[in-house]
């Protein structure tokens, strides 16, 4: 159960009256397929009635989310998997931390989960892509130059170096740095003592209503993404929702405490180029200059641009304007342009 807001799905009981005959005209819909016609009809009507849509998903809802945006730093290694409260998110950009291994910034705005985490360390480019959002942002640790930026104010931000045992908690069950959790109560929590702002108003990101869905292009049924050779993401198109599920090799990403899949409506793959910088590995990532991006929705595949548009990481045609997103989860994953998208990334 979650603590804070729960996206309302307005659902509609059908009762379906039958009658039996002892022929059927092929040229006229059976039962069952009337039945399937009148519930996505009645379901676009329901969803069409809801007053509000979540800024950041696209989705219809009875309630407004009036709390700003929360960035998380979620773990991604071996030892942090399956990964808690990740399934609940908005926006999830999945980037190199240092070697293979990824990290995810979770931007939780529509639905704030009961509990998140394993939290991990930030770097300077994960504040970068928090502060399209204008979200706090919850940390656990930090590279020296990402300190210096939280510190010196770039961000409101929660760190688990300060609220260790408090704040944040440790699971007895994994060891520690893949660990450390925090409920929203207590990010709620964190926020308000820190004297920041809980409220505030969101930015909405460009989304196809429920009437105009129209994608085209190359088919993909799945999206596999190997991260230096050694790290490989694959995504797999479910036709019955139309939703993406990802996996690392062969490990579904599912919630750890409720074994709920990940379902993504869009998957944005961008190139950009990295550069290591220290003797410790880690990395500056250009996310301002835009580049090549690869735009997957509803099983479809399309060569796109990426521009960063106040902040965020977001499609763009030709003309460099913004291209609408499927209603729902948006992940989008940067690689580097070396070896590039061509090497690293692959779909059918």
Not at 214 to 231: D, T
Not at 244 to 255: A, K, L, M
Not at 263 to 282: M, P
Request: hydrophobic share 35%; net charge negative; glycine share 8%.
């Amino acid at each position: 159960m979650k603590w804070w807001m729960i996206i309302a799905v307005a659902a509609t009981m059908f009762t379906v009256a039958g009658c039996s005959n002892d022929s059927t005209d092929e040229s006229e819909p059976t039962n069952t397929e009337q039945d399937a016609e009148t519930m996505e009809e009645e379901s676009e009507e329901n969803a069409a009635e809801l007053p509000f849509t979540h800024p950041l998903t696209g989705m219809k809802s009875e309630y407004e989310a009036k709390n700003r945006p929360v960035a998380v730093m979620i773990n991604n290694h071996p030892a942090a998997r399956p990964q808690t409260g990740l399934v609940d998110a908005d926006v999830v950009y999945e980037v190199l931390a240092e070697g293979e291994m990824t990290r995810f910034v979770v931007i939780f705005h529509s639905t704030l989960p009961e509990e998140v985490g394993p939290v991990r360390s930030a770097r300077e480019y994960h504040i970068e892509l928090v502060n399209g959002y204008d979200a706090a942002f919850v940390t656990h640790g930090w590279s020296p130059g990402a300190e210096q930026q939280l510190r010196a104010g770039r961000t409101d931000y929660l760190s688990g170096l300060q609220y260790d045992g408090s704040l944040f908690q440790r699971s007895s069950d994994r060891r520690a740095p893949h660990n450390s959790y925090i409920t929203f109560e207590n990010i709620k929590k964190g926020i308000e003592q820190e004297g920041y702002e809980w409220e505030a108003e969101v930015t909405p990101i460009t989304f196809y209503t429920n009437d105009d869905i129209q994608v085209v292009g190359n088919a993909a049924s799945e999206v596999v993404i190997n991260y230096l050779n050694r790290n490989e993401v694959t995504y797999s198109y479910d036709e019955t929702t139309g939703m993406y599920h990802r996996f690392n090799g062969e490990i579904q990403t599912v919630d750890y405490k409720t074994d709920e899949p990940l379902e993504a409506a869009n998957l944005f793959i961008v190139e950009t180029g990295h550069r290591v910088v220290d003797d410790a590995g880690r990395r500056e990532i250009n996310l301002t200059e835009g580049g090549r991006g690869l735009l997957i929705q509803s099983g479809i595949a399309n060569e796109v641009m990426w521009k960063n548009i106040d902040g965020k990481i977001l499609p763009v045609d030709e003309n460099e304007n913004e291209m609408p997103l499927k209603p729902g989860l948006t992940w989008i994953n940067i690689v580097p342009s070396s070896p590039g998208m061509d090497e690293s990334v692959t779909y059918n």
